[in-house]
């Protein structure tokens, strides 16, 4: 990282990437004519306003289960419609209720006649009548009209139980208190309770103009008959004790139902000064104004890039590229010179060193800010967790850390829906210096523009500016071997990786003693064939120098060399496919092509892209495939990045080996990550099948795969709980003469027997999705994606529409 925020891609082999010219005064984004700058454009979308980067800024991105699309996602609300049948449990016991109540109290039933009989003033218990007392408003009676009380303020705790037990009053009031914010919670519950007092206290509330409920006199007038005797009812103080235990008995389950005490705990609580804010909790400011910066002390630097954002200089990338260096800059405890960069270049700070602030095309939808491209969208299916319902489906670093594999034939939008809109999403993430891509098209298709890269070797094209260097730059006899050997046999069972790899470290060390160098292909080819005139040369210099440890592994290359079992023979032999005269200018064969290093993605941000040779050359194409791969896997080892670093492979047919199935298990916790698209999964030795599915984390069906290819995703996403109904149908036999009799006129009237229904529920396991799912129901233009990212959090196998 240099003063001016501008990074070197240099490597010893890799030209520098050019480096942008100074910023301006007033940073500007370049002049994009296919459309204004916006965030983040789909495709023929009409040019934005200059304030679309501070709205998308500000946007909400709620936190997600893998695979969601978080940019402008909202999770689908349920809104849970009351049942016929639950309302109807609520209306039909309190319309009964009503007319009951209504013929108790119009006398229908005798039974005021009975009480008042019951109370004559011959009855022994007559002396304990009192005279009519008045408490606050109430009047107590004799027995007799007391008794009548009690009788109607039974019968309505009878009638209001009956119906609320009857009824569906919990489900109801769950269902709209639920769908309620707190504070309207509480004030509802409020409403009620006054509501409810007003029935119970009607002398309290002026102007109402109703009765009390029956319940209130009677339970009164027996407080008044039993606490008279002590004389408690002239006691101001106990009536206004009694009234208050009354209100707080009514008030109560109010209360429980506003959740009051919970709310006024969180109103009231005592906030602690200089506490740590929750990242769930969102800023005062919008992130268009720099919050961050802000609560760092960095006021000017975010007051300036506020200005820059809502003048429009400022795009998608620009913001991405500065919180990542300022999220670097925070870690490291740089804080001063992220300010001095900023106040001097604006929003073209730390721009990358191509000096592209944006792709020229777009073709997929993207959000920077969460590294997240669109494919498609879930479909709302049975199986589908709520929250995948209708959700986009888009990938970012945090599931491709764990690799990808991808199988569907020809024809069914690999390439289009998948790896084209990933690797763009990649190579806009390289320029905000958050990632590295390696791109492998397949013969005869380029992914992407040629804008959209840094660094583009066209194998066998003549007019290719960069070569690839075949042992990414390593200075290890023993590594550059490793590398080569996986590229030329690593396919092939008849050739132990080991034994390749001993054989060429056996020439490679050796060749570095003497040259400083590795041998170019036609020199290798020609130390493998046991040329004369190459090893004496060779073993001359050796002798020369005095290095004898080299000239004891050169004799043992050389006593091999002819036996029956020389690995030397077969390494010889795939040379030669890499030397036809198509590619004789390539792989360090000396030609215009400037050499690169592979080795450089491990350090800088770079964007990459190798085309494969065309026509007639398949199997070259395959050993450059894999030796892009073994070296792959050699680089992201080495230290600690700070940038993902990802390699996409258009076509790995015949690029899996056992070696790299190995290495792609602990891509994760390099920070790296491949894509492996196959059109089928026969194009792997079968002994790697399982281990391949078992390496990566994320795989994806498409339309279209066979069921050979379907029995093997079924098999590694395995089976799951499922409930399952049986209704099954028993004829019934009666034991009544009368019975019978009816059952057989039924059977002549409606040719059927009687039956009844067995309705058995139980818990079966089942595959998630079946071979013959995947091959026959999947519809066109869908796949089948199961992640799972870096932290352990996983989507199960789910249907997602591509064209969403």
Known sequence: ???????????????????????????????????????????????????????????????????????????????????????????????????VWSLWSSGYFPYKSSILRMFTPDEWWYPLSL?????????????????????DGVFFVVLVLAVGVLGSWRAIVRHYMNRMLRSVQVLVAAGLALVTLALVFPDAFPGVGWSAVPVVDPLLSLIVLITDSYGLMTSLLFTNTLYAVVTLLVVWPFARLGSWLPYARERFAPRREGATPSTSVVPDRPRSQWPALRDAGQHEAAQLLTAEVTGGRMNDVDCTRVEH???????????????????????????????????????????????QVRIGRWVAAERAPQPYHDAGAALGPDVLGTSLLAIGP???????????????ALALQALTGRCAVVAVSAAGSSLGADDAFDVIVRMGDPSSVHDLDPYAESDD??????????????????????????????????????????????????????????????????????NDIMRRELDARVR??????????????????????????????????????????????????????????????????????????????????????????????????????????????????VLLALRTIGD??????????????????????????????????????VETTEVAKHTVFADQPMTRAIHALRKLLTGKAVTTDAVTVRQVERERWSASELAHAMPAGHAVLSLTDVRGEHAPPLLVDLRG
């Open 1 to 99: 990282m240099d003063s001016d925020g501008t990074q070197n891609a240099r490597g010893t082999h890799a030209d520098p990437v050019p480096r942008p010219a100074g910023p301006p005064d007033i940073p500007t984004a370049p002049p994009r004519p296919s459309r204004a700058p916006g965030v983040p454009p789909a495709p023929e979308q009409a040019p934005r306003t200059v304030s679309t980067v501070a709205a998308w800024l500000d946007e909400a991105r709620p936190t997600a289960r893998p695979g969601i699309w978080r940019y402008g996602h909202r999770p689908k609300e349920i809104r849970e419609r009351l049942a016929p049948v639950t309302v109807a449990g609520m209306l039909i016991p309190l319309a009964l209720a009503l007319v």
């Open 131 to 151: 005279e009519p007392k008045p408490v606050e408003g109430w009047a107590v009676g004799i027995p007799a009209q007391h008794a009548l009380l009690v009788a």
């Open 325 to 371: 260096a300022f999220a670097v800059a925070r870690r490291t405890t740089a804080l001063d010179g992220f300010r001095e960069t900023v106040l001097r270049q604006g929003g073209a700070a730390w721009t990358h060193p191509s000096g592209a602030r944006d792709l020229p095309r777009r073709t997929a939808r993207h959000d920077l800010l969460v590294g």
């Open 410 to 424: 020809s024809g069914s939008g690999k390439t289009r829906t998948l790896v084209e809109p990933v690797t763009e």
């Open 477 to 546: 006899p023993d590594e550059a071997a490793a590398i080569l050997a996986e590229a030329l046999v690593g396919d092939l069972d008849t050739v132990g990786a080991q034994g390749a790899t001993t054989a060429l470290a056996q020439l490679f060390g050796p060749f570095w003693a003497v040259h400083g160098r590795f041998p170019t292909l036609p020199e290798l080819r020609e130390l493998l064939e046991g040329e004369e005139r190459a090893l004496t040369s060779l073993r001359e210099a050796l002798a020369a120098s005095g």
């Open 560 to 673: 091999q060399t002819g036996t029956p079992g020389d690995v030397g023979r077969n390494l010889a032999d795939r040379l030669a496919l890499l030397n036809r005269p198509v590619l004789a200018d390539f792989l360090g064969g000396g030609g215009p092509g400037r050499l690169f290093s592979l080795r450089a993605v491990a350090h800088h941000p770079l964007r990459v892209r190798i085309d494969l040779p065309e026509r007639g050359h398949e199997e070259a194409s395959r050993m450059i495939t894999r030796l892009v791969l073994a070296q792959f896997h050699a680089i992201v080892r080495e230290g600690r990045r700070t940038h993902f670093a990802c390699l996409v492979l258009d076509d790995a047919t015949g690029t899996v080996t056992a070696e790299s199935v190995r290495r792609t298990q602990r891509l994760r916790s390099q920070n790296a990550g």
């Open 684 to 721: 792997v030795p079968e002994a790697l099948h399982g281990p391949l599915y078992g390496a990566v984390g994320c795989r994806m069906a498409f339309c279209g795969v066979t069921t050979w290819d379907g029995s093997r995703f079924a098999q590694t996403w395995g089976t799951e709980w």
